[in-house]
Structures are given as structure tokens and as C-alpha cells.
């Protein structure tokens, strides 16, 4: 955390853009062009499902076993590419991509689409609690002492938009033994629409070997 | 709520297994197998790419346009299909499903995959969270007075184990004014692993028409 550094460092996994990353990008296309269309479109659906399943089907036929894809996927101690929030194997993450920053806190900046969806028009506050106990996880990594979520607090102070820009930023405040304070907050339009403390345990599962 | 019902009461979607559904349950499939495959897979990742690209390319062509799919999502004033804990057309949803007890709670049963993963082998913490919020979302509606989320406390009391049966409830605790307080948690082989609390206010953001 020297103040010379000139480039935010880069807490989450960048999408490579080609092999298993490109195609959760199609898929993640998919998945909000499904929800765009409902069944109200004239998109031949019976089609649009046979097209997926043999997808799935040619993935399964080439997957590695389970227990060796839980080995290789937590294998070395740095980012991870598969969690629900940032990981670029992950369809279901948006994905948010969080950056450390000098004064010790961590920060990204997304826009969520239809399928996170919770009131009309704005972002499920259940979303947003998703990513808000993956940014303080985050912070806690860069702060250099991490754990496990014990106790997570969310105030939803006003809703948060939609298909809008929403900067998520995270910071640890206090430890204490193994007890880790942290704090984070969504912000639309420089607005707080939700803020969460945390409360971690410094300890962690034990990694498939 | 009468003693004499014999059957659950369904409080949200069932899937079609036609149209819109059956082409998201397709694509469930997809993302899980994505996962599973990574980039250590002998599948031809390039043509997958490229085959979702193409669906979603389809899908997008025969869309309706945005603001008139958010009135047809947010039409009559049930059960919803869209979002992303339970909805049938909600890639994102695992989907949980969830009946009305006659006590006055609701309960539901699901196995997470691997797209829902926190920590190695178990479910990521915000995942619990976004599941929870929804189901005390649906206990409120339930018992009769349902708001939006103002405040909600997470408690994790054991990791939450991936591809096992859980069981998510949720139940109204009390109603003050406008101030509305619910419970719920998952439980694991009859252990409570998440716990919440929540207080919502009895108001409703306007759909879309």
C-alpha cells in the first residue's frame, strides 16, 4: 500500500476473453436476452432450449471429473475465477470487477441488467446483499486479514436503480483477535442505497486437495 | 389459512416446462456446466462461445421492446416469474420454490450447485443471504402484509453445504404501524446454518404500466 503506486490493484480475476470465459460472456448474454424475452416473444423457444441442452450436453461429455474440477479450481492462494460475484467462470456473477485501492479499501463499479431484478425497476435487495458479503470478503483479503462471514448487517437506505452505474466499495475497519470489523456500501448517482457491516472469523474451510 | 387444507399452498412460480421455462431450465444446465468444465476441459470452448452468442442473438432479434416487457412482467398482482431467487424464467434462480404452511409460515426445499459456491464445497454467504431476503419477502406476502426490505441481519452459525438438501423458511414475527418484522433461516440435516432477521416497511415501489 505504498502512496507511489499509480495503477488500483486488481483484487478480482480479469475475464481472459477467449476459452471458458468467452463463452459464460454468450452465456451470460443468454441469460438477460431469456428474461428480455418472457414468453410474450416470437422467438421459437422449443428450439432456444434444444440448442442449450445440446450445449450442456457437449460440455458435460468433455468435463473432468468433479472431485479433480474442485482441486484445480481452488488450487494456488490467490483470486478465484468461479465465486457469484466477480469470477469469470461464474454466469451468475455480473460479473463486479474490485480494485485495492491506497487508503486500504477496495471498490468497483457495475451495472445490473433484469436478472437482478427484486422491485421494478430496481435491484433485488437479497442482490444486493450478495455483493456487498463478497466486497467486505474482498476487503478483508486486501486489508490482510480475512475469514469467514459470522454476522452481515444490510440498511437499505433508499432503492437501487437498475441498468444504472452502482460503485460497490468495501473497507475494514477493525480486528480484533480473530473478529474482523467491516464495512461496505452501494452507492448509485453518489447516493448510499445500501450499507452493510460485517462481522468475520479469522479461519478458514480447508481447500480440496 | 384454515385447518382443513390438505395441500401446501403454492407462493410461487411452477415452471412450465414449455416456452420460456423450459429454454431457462436448458440454460441452468449450461451455466452449471460451464462451471464445471473451467478451462481444463477438452470442449471446444471457441464453438460454444459462438453457439450462445448465436441463441442470444435469436432470442434478441424477436424481443419485445424493453419498457413493454416490464409492463407484462409486472402485470396482475400475483405470484411473479421473473426474479432471481424463484422465477422460471430467471436463469439465476436455483429456482427455490415455496409453499404457505398452515402456522403461517412458508417453506421450501432446494440443493445449490456449483454456481452458488463460497467457500470450498459450501454456499457462498451472500447466495444465503439472497435467498433468505426473498423468503421473508414471500413469508410477509403470505401473512397478509408485505413491504420492502429496510433492515436485515444474517447470522452464519455452520458453512452451508453445496449439492445437499436445504430447507429455507420463513415466518412473520409481528406487524407495528408500518414496520413489519420477519425470521427465517436454512437448515442443513435439521441444523440451522443461516439465520435472519428482518424489518420491512409496508410500501411497494409503483409498476410499471
Not at 457495475?110 to 436478472?115: E, I, Q, R, Y
Not at 469467514?148 to 437506505?157: F, K, Q
Request: aromatic share 2%; charged share 20%.
Amino acid at each position: 500500500m505504498t502512496a507511489a503506486r499509480e495503477q488500483p490493484l486488481e483484487l478480482t480475476a480479469i475475464s481472459h476473453n477467449e476459452g471458458v470465459d468467452a463463452a459464460v460472456s454468450a452465456a451470460r448474454r443468454v441469460i438477460a436476452s431469456l428474461l428480455h424475452a418472457g414468453d410474450g416473444s416470437a422467438a421459437e423457444m422449443k428450439e432456444v432450449a434444444d440448442r442449450l441442452n445440446a450445449v450442456a450436453d457437449h460440455l458435460d461429455e468433455h468435463a473432468p471429473a468433479m472431485d479433480q474440477r474442485m482441486v484445480d479450481m481452488w488450487s494456488g492462494e490467490g483470486i478465484t475465477r468461479h465465486d457469484p460475484v466477480t469470477g469469470p467462470e461464474n454466469t451468475i456473477a455480473p460479473p463486479l470487477h474490485l480494485t485495492g485501492k491506497d487508503d486500504g479499501s477496495v471498490e468497483g463499479v457495475v451495472a445490473l441488467g433484469l436478472p437482478y431484478q427484486g422491485p421494478p425497476g430496481h435491484v433485488h435487495g437479497g442482490i444486493s446483499a450478495l455483493l456487498l458479503d463478497h466486497t467486505l470478503g474482498v476487503a478483508n483479503h486486501w486489508a490482510g486479514q480475512s475469514g469467514m462471514t459470522a454476522e452481515l448487517t444490510l440498511r437499505y437506505h433508499r432503492p437501487t436503480p437498475l441498468f444504472e452505474q452502482l460503485t460497490v466499495t468495501g473497507e475494514q475497519i477493525a480486528v480484533d483477535g480473530r473478529k474482523i470489523r467491516t464495512r461496505g456500501a452501494i452507492t448509485a448517482r453518489g447516493e448510499v442505497c445500501v450499507s452493510a457491516d460485517g462481522l468475520f472469523i479469522a479461519k478458514h474451510l480447508p481447500r480440496p486437495r
